[in-house]
């Protein structure tokens, strides 16, 4: 009995002493931590992405106080958290760009398989095949789902055998970036501004591209031709965009003969206002049937005839008008909530898309709802080139038709 009670109060002492140590060294080694540091951290979403270039949440809390990292670099956390963090340091947030990744693959190469992959189902494991996957595309989406179960968001998953984006839920962490063993996902601007994207990331020749995809791009450099601002370059056969030049003004689009190029984003500049334009969105004074509408159209133009993809009872409210070539037009018009688009150059499957999604198309021809502009413009010219002289020339098709 003695030796028992020795040894509990030898375990007591030790255990005091002990105690008394560690005390003294949490004192003498203590390592002072800033409050606006655990503040911060108080604010982020605690999701540690690493979407901000730093390690974890405390990596990045630590980074702004040490004043190495912008207030705005958390994605996941958005501007109500770079509000907050902002607040706390003192400075103002700014405007951060609204980030999300994009899959630069149509899926189309799912098609063209080299072999029939059976394995992990993990686009890492079957990258380190031979041919880098079962695709003939050595730059198409492998569909099996890296990206998916990287994201802690569950922000991406793989439809019909390629990747895509939420764009609603996706936070620009750049986990899928970094995993993706082909490369073909990056972080783009969203609903910033209107901008052209491109969906393909192959870098094979046109007629190698042909055979394993059915609308890559192909090199042929027409979108980088046809650009008034110059903001496509060709890179090693790929068309690349320079977002910061880019308008989105949709040419290059209708000169892609692969239809691979899109039009996406808002109408709206940062600064929340509507830039200029040639398309108007009005809604009419009263609501008429698409025939109707179709009918004042071709009066109002003065044309022989108009070409209508909808049923002719429809009813149309609000109306869209976008002269040239319409098909960059289309997803902006769904976007605004138009009944009908009035446009030009409008072919059979655009027509039965916009269908599809509830938008009639009046197509009155590439020069129908252009030549109005012909005596307004030979006006404003006059007026503020007087010295110059003005020549207008009627207006002819580059094409006859056979009847």
Same mark, same amino acid.
């Given at each position: ?5 020795? *040894? ?7 255990? *005091? ?7 003294? *060294? ?15 951290? !108080? ?23 040490? !004043? ?30 609204? &980030? ?7 899926g189309?190469g ?14 890492v ?89 059915d ?6 450099s ?37 239809e ?25 004074? &009263? ?48 976007e ?6 009035v446009? !030009?150059?409008?072919?059979?499957h ?13 197509d *009155?021809g ?5 030549h ?31 009847t």
């Amino acid at each position: 009995m003695t030796t028992v009670i020795i *040894a509990v109060v030898v375990l007591a002492v030790l255990g *005091a002493i002990f105690g008394l140590v560690l005390a003294i *060294a949490s004192k003498v080694f203590a390592v002072e931590v800033d409050p606006r540091e655990e503040a911060i951290l !108080g604010c982020l979403p605690g999701a540690n992405c690493g979407g901000c270039g730093y390690p974890g949440c405390s990596g990045y809390a630590s980074a702004v106080v040490k !004043g190495v990292a912008p207030v705005n670099a958390c994605a996941a956390g958005g501007e109500a958290v770079a509000a907050q963090i902002g607040e706390i340091m003192g400075v103002s947030a700014g405007a951060a760009v609204k &980030q999300i990744a994009q899959v630069h693959c149509t899926g189309c190469g799912q098609n063209y398989k080299q072999y029939t992959y059976v394995g992990i189902h993990d686009c890492v494991a079957a990258s380190k095949l031979p041919g880098g996957g079962d695709l003939g595309c050595a730059y198409g989406c492998l569909g099996l789902g890296s990206c998916e179960k990287a994201c802690p968001f569950d922000a991406i998953h793989v439809i019909d055998g390629v990747a895509r984006v939420d764009e609603e839920k996706c936070k620009a962490c750049n986990k899928c970036v970094d995993i993706c063993p082909r490369h073909i996902i990056a972080l783009e601007p969203y609903k910033t501004k209107r901008h052209v994207t491109i969906p393909c990331s192959s870098h094979d020749k046109g007629v190698d591209a042909r055979k394993v995809c059915d609308n890559g791009c192909i090199g042929c450099s027409l979108c980088a031709k046809s650009c008034p601002k110059e903001a496509i370059t060709m890179v090693n056969n790929l068309a690349v965009i320079d977002y910061e030049k880019c308008i989105g003004c949709g040419i290059c689009v209708d000169a892609c003969p692969q239809e691979v190029l899109e039009v996406t984003g808002s109408m709206h500049s940062e600064s929340g206002e509507v830039p200029v334009g040639i398309g108007r969105v009005a809604d009419l004074a &009263q609501p008429m049937d698409l025939k109707s509408c179709a009918e004042m159209v071709k009066k109002a133009f003065d044309l022989p005839n108009v070409k209508i993809f909808g049923e002719p009872d429809m009813q149309v409210h609000r109306l869209g008008v976008f002269p040239g070539s319409g098909k960059s037009a289309i997803s902006v018009s769904l976007e605004k909530g138009v009944d009908v688009l009035v446009t !030009g150059d409008i072919d059979h499957h655009e027509g039965i898309d916009a269908v599809a999604q509830k938008m009639a198309v009046i197509d *009155a021809g590439h020069y129908g709802v252009e030549h109005i502009f012909i005596a307004d413009m030979e006006h404003f010219c006059r007026e503020k080139f007087p010295e110059a002289e003005i020549r207008t020339a009627k207006i002819r098709q580059p094409f006859w038709v056979l009847t």
